[in-house]
């Protein structure tokens, strides 16, 4: 009889300690979900390098030729707005 009691007692501490894990995984994915929408957007970063690849490609269009002097300062300057 004392052999079950005591094999069934470490079975609760092995839960109890599975548990604990548990609950701190979930704290700990609750801190970083936090902190990682707490970060600043790079929404304006995005918008200018979004803008010297559109006109790094005007440029190159207008070095090729494919679009004249008022097409070019056109574009440079529609995209300033």
Known sequence: MMHWWNWGSSW??????FGW????????????????????????????ESNNKAAEIIKER????????????QMLEDMKE
């Open 12 to 17: 609760g501490v092995l839960s109890m300690i």
């Open 21 to 48: 894990l548990v609950l701190l995984a979930i704290i700990g994915l609750v801190i970083y979900l936090v902190i990682s929408n707490n970060k600043p957007q790079s929404s304006i970063g995005s918008k200018v």
């Open 62 to 73: 207008y070095a090729k030729g494919e679009i004249s002097r008022e097409e070019y300062k």
